[in-house]
Every structure is written in structure tokens, then in C-alpha cells.
């Protein structure tokens, strides 16, 4: 028997409520009946259509089957980086410029907001794949959408950046991400050229003429071999071993170990591991051969196995200069989402670098002990540490890819500014006759030392055309604290915590004002050298003719003339 209900006045038994509510379901049924009849009729797969691996067809098979046909995943397959039939890259896939332009031959000025946007999108791009910071990288996609007619916001971060291009009412949202991180301060150079160009002509490219320009530079191979790269390394390393206080035998032994563990590390990176393995066995070797070349000395020279102290120096070509300093000057420009991750990003290779310095350390029996006095008179030590600071900031420069031109640009500036550091220290010493008698705290020279840095960079960068931050950062990357960053984590390991803390704050007392003061001098207006210096004698399609390096777009035939 069954029950009813009244619903406003209306009585209704359990069937009538049950008919009313398969019309409604009905009508959300997006299958009709024979789809439904269909599906119902459908014979299980057989296990051997789900077989991953295959067996090899027969020979008939092979005869009978038709050629297959190319299908849209393969060809975003095609576009995969592989290695070894494995996708290199698997989180990130390449993108294909040429594929999403949709009108590549009309002039860049008039083309639709989605092929401004890959412009824009593109040179900001490369930019922060190489190194810069992200007002450098916001600055640059700024001016190119100017350029353009686009309005831009972006937000950046150490990997990645959004950008939203808007335009006559319309909006167009793109996200860009990269694998890797890096440094290379010639494509930065490049870059800051072909930003001064198309801020004269760019009006008369076309969209394709944009991407050539972009695919030249993004293209361009590493200025050094692996081996070069070594040497640079062994170059830095020793001659900072000697500004820290080491003599012939430290050395010596810690450009053997730099050399060696720089090859690795570049050998490892250009295989394209990933960067904490590179850092890691790049680190570890330069230890351990450090410790192999003294035990060579030692056969030769009474005494040379007290000059373990060096090893330090020996691992110093992995200090993460470029992310430190730019962190701190985006964090000083309120970028803080990129500071906050490139200052993490510094952190973890100082720690990972420090713990397996630290482990080596303990399996072989070396200790991080002060350096014996060298006893050298002032004049010749001074001399030295300005030989030595030209050498340490030009290996530096190397190892950021810098061209030769450049790379001593910027050790002229770091034996000025890091001379006048040490100087400042060690006045009682080197100045008796003006009777102080302690020298200028390490915090405040260190202040002073970027500081001149910064204003050095900023007049060799008219003078010379060169990228500012590819001149100050290898000349403060010298004074960066790397000594008192490994001691800080060898007393925590060894679980002296006041030693430990002591050299801690240090570090970061001397680390705090390079950020800040390296960019002294930084201004926001654009570049005042005049057009006939930015094309050249032979017209617009070179972007720096003063270098033999320069990027040059003539062969492409960019120009209306």
C-alpha cells in the first residue's frame, strides 16, 4: 500500500514522486539511448591491446601494415629535448616561438596582442635565464612593450614569470618558466644591445625580424670550454687563498683543487645533471685534490703538510655570487617574491657546499686553522693584493661567461675597490705613522669597498657600454665572506655553537650591505649615449661595434634598407 504526500494542496503517492524524478534526471542524461545501447555493447579489450612494450611483428605484419600517421602528440613529442630516448628536461618542455606567431611578416607594431605578447614574453625570458635580477629583467620587458603599444604587469620570480600584456581593451595573460637557473653576463650584454636597438628602430621590425633577433641571442654558445672554465677557477681561487692571508704553498695547492673541481662541475653541468650534483663532486674533488697536490709538495718541500688551512680556498669557486647580490637588490626594490627565492637559492648552495667541504674535511683530517703571517713589507703586500684582486675578479668574470674585454673591466674595478677594503682593515699595519690603533671594522670597509664598486661600474657602463651588474657583482664576489660562512658551518658541525655564531653574524653583517650598496649609482632613466653610438659606422644592424664579440644582425637582413 502505498503512502502519499501533499505537496501544496496536491496529494502524490511514491510512484508519481518516482516518475517526476526520472524526468529530471533525464534531462540531465547527455547520452541518448543509443549511445547508451552502444556503450552497453561494447566487447572488452583483450589484454594484448594494453601491452606497453610489444613484441616485433611478424613479417607479414610488417608487409601488411600502413605507414601510421603523424598525430598532434607527436608532434609536441617531437619538440621534447631527448636523451637517450628519455625526455631530458621532464618537467619542462622547449617552446617553439615560430609555432605560435600568427602573423610573423606584418610589423611587430600591428600585429595581434598574442604575437606582442611572445615578443615581450621571450626577451624577458632570456633575460632572467641569464642571471640578472628582476627589476633588470621588469625594466627590459618594459621598454620592449613600450615599444610596442603593450601596457605590462609582471610578476617575477627565480624560475618563472607571469605577464599579463593589455591593450585597446583587450588582455592577454602568459606564464613562462624555466629548467634551470644560471649566469651569463656576454648574453646579458647582448641583451642591453638589442634593447637599445629596437628602442630606435623597432617600430620597423616585423614579428619574425623580433624572433630572429631573440633566437640569435638565446642560441648563443658559452664563450669557454669546461677546461677554461677550470683554469679560471684555479686562477680565482688561489689568488684568493693570498688575499685571505695564504702563502705560495696554499696557493698552489688550491689552484690545483680549484681547477679540478671547476672541471667537474662545468664538465657535469654541460651533461646537464643537476646542479647539486654538479656542486657537490665539484666540491668534494676540489678538496680532495687540494689534500693530493700538498702531499706532492710535502715530497719535495720540509714542512708543506702545515698548509692544510688552504683547502678553503679551495672550494671558493662555488660562491653564489650573482643570486646573493641580486637578492639583496630585489628585496631593496621590494621584488620580494624573486628575493626572497634567489636568497634561498644562495643559501642552499653555501650550505650544501659548506656540509660537504665540512665531510671531506673530517675524513681526511683537515681543519679550517688561521693562516701564518707572510711577513711582507706594506708596499709589496699591497702590490700583491692588487695583482691578486685583478686576478680573483677576472676568473670570476670568466666563470660568468664574461668576454676577456669585460671580464678585466671588471678586475680593473675590483683591484681599486678591494685593495682600498684590505687597506682600510689593516691601516694600524700598513700606515704606522698615523698612530691608529685598530684599522676600520671588516663590516664597514666591506660597506665602503662595494660601495666604490658600485660607483665605478656605473661610470665604466657609460665609458664602455658594458652591463653595470656584469661589472660590480665579480668585483664584490671577491669580498664575500666565504671564509667566515665555511668556519660558521664547521663550528656548528663540530657543535661549537659560540664559535659558530660568531662567524655567523659576521658573514652576514658583510653580506647585508654589498646588496644594498653595490647598486649605488643605479638609475632609472635611459641610456644617454647617442644613436651613431649605439649603431655604429656600418648602420643599425650592430648593436655594440666597439667589441669584436658584439651581436651582430646584419645577416638577417632586419632592416628596411
Not at 628582476?134 to 605590462?152: C, E, S
Not at 645533471?273 to 678538496?287: I, K, P
Not at 686553522?369 to 675578479?393: E, K, N, Q, W, Y
Request: glycine share 10%; with cysteine.
Amino acid at each position: 500500500m502505498g503512502v502519499s504526500r501533499q505537496e501544496g494542496g496536491v496529494y502524490m503517492d511514491d510512484a508519481s514522486e518516482r516518475a517526476i524524478e526520472e524526468d529530471m534526471l533525464d534531462q540531465f542524461n547527455y547520452f541518448d539511448d543509443e549511445d547508451e545501447e552502444l556503450i552497453d555493447r561494447r566487447e572488452p579489450a583483450s589484454l594484448d591491446a594494453f601491452d606497453l612494450v610489444g613484441e616485433e611483428p611478424d613479417e607479414d605484419e610488417v608487409e601488411s601494415a600502413e605507414p601510421p600517421q603523424s598525430s598532434r602528440l607527436d608532434s609536441l613529442l617531437s619538440r621534447v629535448p631527448m636523451h637517450h630516448g628519455a625526455r631530458a628536461g621532464a618537467l619542462h618542455m622547449k617552446t617553439d616561438w615560430h609555432q605560435i606567431v600568427t602573423a610573423g611578416d606584418e610589423l611587430a607594431v600591428d600585429a595581434p596582442l598574442t604575437d606582442k605578447s611572445s615578443i615581450i614574453c621571450r626577451t624577458g625570458m632570456l633575460m632572467l635565464a641569464s642571471g640578472t635580477g628582476a627589476w633588470r629583467v621588469r625594466d627590459t620587458m618594459n621598454r620592449v612593450a613600450a615599444v610596442l603599444g603593450v601596457t605590462i604587469h609582471v610578476d617575477l620570480s627565480l624560475l618563472s614569470f607571469e605577464c599579463t600584456c593589455i591593450e585597446d581593451g583587450h588582455c592577454f595573460n602568459e606564464v613562462v618558466s624555466l629548467p634551470t637557473t644560471g649566469v651569463n653576463t656576454h648574453r646579458i650584454w647582448m641583451m642591453e644591445s638589442f634593447l637599445k636597438e629596437i628602442e630606435i628602430y623597432g617600430r620597423r621590425f616585423t614579428v619574425h625580424e623580433y624572433h630572429e633577433m631573440l633566437k640569435t641571442v638565446e642560441s648563443s654558445k658559452p664563450d669557454y670550454a669546461p677546461w677554461q672554465q677550470g683554469l679560471a677557477a684555479a686562477c680565482a681561487c688561489g689568488a684568493f687563498v693570498f688575499l685571505l692571508g695564504g702563502g705560495p704553498i696554499e696557493m698552489a695547492c688550491a689552484f690545483v683543487g680549484a681547477g679540478v673541481g671547476n672541471f667537474a662541475r662545468s664538465h657535469i653541468l654541460k651533461q646537464g645533471l643537476g646542479q647539486f650534483s654538479a656542486l657537490t663532486t665539484g666540491v668534494a674533488l676540489a678538496c680532495v685534490s687540494y689534500l693530493l697536490a700538498l702531499l706532492g709538495l710535502g715530497q719535495v718541500i720540509p714542512g708543506a703538510m702545515s698548509h692544510q688551512e688552504g683547502y678553503i680556498g679551495a672550494m671558493l669557486f662555488v660562491i653564489p655570487g650573482f643570486p646573493l647580490i641580486t637578492a639583496g637588490l630585489d628585496i631593496a626594490k621590494l621584488d620580494m617574491r624573486s628575493g626572497i627565492e634567489r636568497l634561498s637559492y644562495a643559501v642552499s648552495i653555501i650550505v650544501m657546499a659548506t656540509l660537504v667541504g665540512w665531510m671531506v674535511a673530517e675524513c681526511v683530517g683537515l681543519a679550517p686553522d688561521d693562516f701564518a703571517p707572510l711577513g711582507l713589507s706594506p708596499l709589496a703586500l699591497t702590490l700583491l693584493r692588487i695583482l691578486m684582486s685583478f686576478i680573483g675578479v677576472f676568473g670570476f668574470s670568466v666563470m660568468f661567461n664574461s668576454p676577456v674585454k669585460m671580464a678585466a673591466a671588471a678586475g680593473l674595478i675590483g683591484a681599486v675597490s678591494n685593495t682600498l677594503r684590505l687597506t682600510l682593515v689593516d691601516a694600524p699595519t700598513l700606515f704606522p705613522f698615523l698612530g691608529l690603533s685598530v684599522g676600520m671594522p671588516p663590516e664597514a670597509a666591506a660597506f665602503i669597498g662595494a660601495l666604490v664598486s658600485g660607483l665605478l661600474a656605473s661610470l665604466a657602463e657609460i665609458k664602455l657600454t658594458y652591463p653595470r651588474i656584469a661589472l660590480t657583482v665579480p668585483s664584490i664576489v671577491i669580498m664575500v665572506p666565504g671564509l667566515y660562512l665555511y668556519r660558521s658551518m664547521y663550528y656548528m658541525c663540530t657543535f661549537d655553537t659560540v664559535n659558530m655564531l660568531g662567524w655567523f653574524v659576521r658573514a652576514v653583517l658583510i653580506v647585508g650591505v654589498f646588496a644594498r650598496w653595490a647598486g649605488c649609482g643605479t638609475y632609472t632613466h635611459r641610456s644617454s649615449l647617442a644613436p651613431h653610438q649605439l649603431i655604429g659606422a656600418r648602420g643599425a644592424g650592430h648593436f655594440a661595434p666597439k667589441c669584436k664579440t658584439a651581436l651582430s644582425f646584419t645577416s638577417i637582413s632586419i632592416l628596411p634598407w
